[in-house]
């Protein structure tokens, strides 16, 4: 039949495509799976809500035994499902709109006539009729069991992908503690409390321990970094603020705490520190002088030896060190206090009468 070449390369080149086409249908399919039961979920959540909202209310115009007579009761009346459908979806959300008026018949039929053999409507409506959700623990197009049963999903220690959608690869995702394709191994850090086949109970390591077979600091496979073992085979903490050379820096201290340790800064009136504040100096940083066992600042001004050598030059002590400034009335220039030009003369300020006539002011 095909006994040409160009034929069969043509079949070949169709078939190709199509199945790209069919595998990109696949992908997007997968995800849309999911969340189409999300959405359907949500509707039917919405049915009940608006199935309690409307409970007490009737026909808008009054409760009359008139119009009791005249019309079916509102508690089953088509007005009442329309009031409920109304408000299955938020007017923004594009998916739920599509489904409510792409299935809007099934409400008035499950209203009118399954609503009493099938009181569930989220089973009946999303699983059994329009089919985008499955029941509990199942996944997938047929509905397949979990990893572990429906009744247990991962043995009740993870999340089955897909569960309770037609979506989903049926996996486990495990709680924190636990691993494996069933989730009834121990994670590290955890050890079996409790195991057989389709039960398992992981509990945490002591905080000491990387890996363990029990619950205390005596039951480590393996201690965690931070900790070693002593005599008794137990995982304590490691001093670092013990050991020589010092693991932080010149103008920081340690400080051990539990499985770890902390570099924090010196005070600044410190040059090396064995503690915080200014009374645990190793030595007083330049600017300050020990007094009584405490770093505090030099008053350079006030010093034997003046600091602010040139003329017209003040001191300020400042904290840890101090500035020459020009005094008053003299400014910078050149290295020098020169006497400041007055403002509105500055021009002329060199002249001996303007330095006479501010001399005088001052
Ligand atoms: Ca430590």
Same mark, same amino acid.
């Given at each position: 039949?095909?006994?040409?070449?160009?034929?069969?390369?043509?079949?070949?080149?169709?078939?190709?495509?199509?199945?790209?086409?069919?595998?990109s @249908?696949?992908?997007?399919?997968?995800?849309?799976?999911?969340?189409?039961?999300?959405t359907?979920?949500?509707?039917?959540?919405?049915?009940?809500?608006?199935f309690?909202r409307?409970?007490?209310?009737?026909?808008?115009?009054?409760?009359?035994?008139?119009?009791?007579?005249?019309?079916?009761?509102?508690?089953?009346?088509?007005?009442?499902?329309?009031?409920?459908?109304?408000?299955?979806?938020?007017?923004?959300s594009?998916? $739920?709109?599509?489904?409510?008026?792409?299935?809007?018949?099934?409400?008035?039929?499950?209203?009118?006539?399954r609503?009493?053999?099938?009181?569930?409507?989220?089973?009946?409506?999303c699983?059994e009729?329009?089919?985008?959700?499955?029941?509990?623990?199942?996944?997938?197009?047929?509905?397949?069991a979990?990893?572990?049963?429906?009744?247990?999903?991962?043995?009740?220690?993870?999340?089955?992908?897909g569960?309770g959608?037609?979506?989903?690869?049926?996996?486990?995702?495990?709680?924190?503690?636990?691993?494996?394709?069933?989730?009834?191994?121990?994670?590290?850090?955890?050890?079996?409390?409790?195991?057989?086949?389709?039960?398992?109970?992981?509990?945490?390591?002591?905080?000491?321990?990387?890996?363990c077979?029990?619950?205390?600091?005596?039951?480590?496979?393996?201690?965690?970094?931070?900790?070693?073992?002593?005599? @008794?085979?137990?995982?304590?903490d490691?001093?670092?603020?013990?050991?020589?050379?010092?693991?932080?820096?010149?103008?920081?201290?340690?400080?051990?705490?539990?499985?770890?340790? %902390?570099?924090?800064? $010196?005070?600044?009136?410190?040059s090396?520190?064995?503690?915080?504040?200014?009374d645990?100096?190793?030595?007083c940083?330049?600017?300050? @002088?020990?007094?009584?066992?405490?770093?505090?600042?030099?008053?350079?001004?006030? @010093?034997?030896e003046?600091?602010?050598?040139?003329?017209?030059?003040?001191?300020?002590n400042?904290?840890?060190?101090?500035?020459?400034?020009? %005094?008053?009335?003299?400014?910078?220039?050149?290295?020098?206090?020169?006497?400041?030009?007055q403002?509105?003369?500055?021009?002329?300020?060199e002249?001996?009468?303007?330095?006479?006539t501010?001399?005088?002011?001052?």
């Amino acid at each position: 039949m095909l006994s040409t070449g160009p034929e069969l390369l043509r079949l070949l080149r169709l078939c190709f495509c199509v199945s790209l086409v069919l595998l990109s @249908q696949v992908s997007g399919a997968k995800r849309d799976l999911k969340s189409a039961c999300i959405t359907c979920q949500q509707i039917t959540d919405n049915f009940n809500k608006g199935f309690d909202r409307t409970a007490k209310q009737n026909f808008g115009g009054g409760n009359t035994a008139w119009e009791e007579r005249k019309l079916s009761k509102y508690e089953t009346s088509e007005i009442r499902l329309m009031e409920i459908v109304e408000g299955l979806c938020e007017s923004s959300s594009f998916e $739920c709109n599509r489904m409510v008026e792409e299935h809007e018949e099934h409400f008035e039929t499950w209203w009118f006539k399954r609503k009493t053999k099938h009181p569930d409507l989220h089973k009946w409506f999303c699983i059994e009729t329009i089919k985008v959700c499955c029941p509990k623990g199942t996944f997938g197009p047929d509905c397949n069991a979990c990893v572990g049963g429906s009744e247990t999903p991962c043995h009740g220690n993870g999340m089955c992908d897909g569960d309770g959608s037609r979506g989903g690869n049926g996996k486990c995702s495990c709680n924190d503690g636990y691993t494996g394709e069933f989730c009834l191994d121990c994670s590290d850090g955890y050890f079996n409390e409790e195991r057989n086949d389709t039960f398992s109970l992981c509990t945490e390591c002591h905080t000491s321990c990387k890996t363990c077979t029990g619950a205390t600091h005596q039951d480590c496979d393996e201690c965690k970094e931070g900790w070693e073992e002593d005599d @008794q085979e137990a995982c304590v903490d490691v001093n670092e603020c013990s050991k020589d050379p010092s693991p932080c820096k010149e103008d920081q201290f340690c400080l051990n705490t539990e499985g770890s340790y %902390s570099c924090k800064a $010196c005070d600044k009136v410190c040059s090396g520190c064995t503690g915080a504040g200014p009374d645990n100096c190793q030595s007083c940083a330049s600017g300050y @002088q020990d007094t009584e066992g405490t770093c505090t600042d030099v008053d350079e001004c006030h @010093q034997s030896e003046p600091v602010c050598t040139k003329e017209h030059e003040d001191c300020i002590n400042t904290e840890g060190s101090f500035v020459c400034v020009c %005094s008053s009335g003299y400014e910078e220039k050149d290295g020098e206090c020169v006497q400041t030009p007055q403002q509105d003369e500055a021009v002329e300020s060199e002249s001996p009468e303007t330095t006479a006539t501010q001399r005088g002011e001052l």
